[in-house]
């Protein structure tokens, strides 16, 4: 599983202010807090105005403070060119295109230019996010055959299903789920799938855990990439835990088996758990809620 964190992000207040002010020391020590990562994604907005020329800035203050590989995240394609051009060829992803043109077509050749991932959504202006995973793998394979016709590496091409917050729309979880085992089984030569995980529990409470149980199921659907918080060091070590499939406890051992359910197309009535166990239970609640099996409420760790 590659990670990315999600910690220099424009949204963020104190990290606006200071991108705004260029504060070297704030955003340097932001790297360092995500050295735990194989990439750092770099969400810079449009970039305009007092942030023109902050990608180059920041490129620069990741090669020198870290060996981390850079996501460039902008709707600035000005902005991302001058990214990627401060940095290492083959050691980037561009964050992101949707199926529209010219947009998709120009980020095709940037990132044949400088041997970079794409992160492609399934979405267009037309249609927005489709409801369906049918819906989202239709723009998938429209996006696949013009990254193909220009030359684009299948292995660099990353879709992002899309992940809807579970309190708004708990259905769409499962339809996120169903699109990642989807694009997996569907092309040939095959592509790479990443999510933006904590959208699925953006406005929900307990936050952790539905990101937690989500990125499982979302492993066990063969999820191959996830931008994250990278201070959420349990969430981090669950990952980790899962590539090395070796459990340290029987948390470890119940999260194992939600990915082999997802992967296998198994029923979550059917997993064992320990009824007993505040935490088994609260994180077999969670993953109900997000496969749409129960309705989703503030207080629904209350068993």
Known sequence: ?????????VVSPSVKTALN???EEFIK???????????????????????????SWLACLVKENSSLNVSFDTTNIEEMTNGLENFDKGKT????????????????????KHDS????????????????????LE??????????ERGLDSQKIFFDPLILPVCVDQSQGVEALNTIKMIKESFDPPVKTVIGLSNISNGAVLR???????AVLAYGAGLD?????????????ILKMLDSKKANNDIDNLYINLADMISNFGEIEDIDFDKKSKEQSEIIKAARILLNKEVYSHSFTQI
């Not at 992803?93 to 044949?112: A, R, Y």
């Not at 952790?208 to 989500?214: A, H, I, S, T």
């Open 1 to 9: 599983m590659i990670l990315i964190g999600e910690n220099i992000h």
């Open 93 to 112: 992803f561009i964050n992101s295109t949707s199926v529209d043109e010219p947009k998709l077509s120009g980020l095709i050749d940037l990132s044949l």
């Open 208 to 214: 952790p855990l539905l990101n937690r149980v989500f």
């Open 117 to 136: 991932n794409l992160i492609a959504l399934t979405l267009s202006k037309e249609t927005g996010i489709p409801k369906s995973a049918d819906g989202r």
């Open 29 to 55: 020590n932001l790297i360092l807090q995500q050295c735990n990562m194989d990439y750092i994604d770099l969400n810079v907005g449009p970039a305009k105005g007092n942030l023109s020329g902050i990608l």
């Open 139 to 148: 723009i998938a394979f429209e996006i696949y055959e013009k990254c193909l």
């Open 225 to 237: 990439a996830v931008i994250l918080d990278a201070k959420d060091t349990e969430l981090v070590r």
């Open 21 to 23: 002010v260029r504060d």
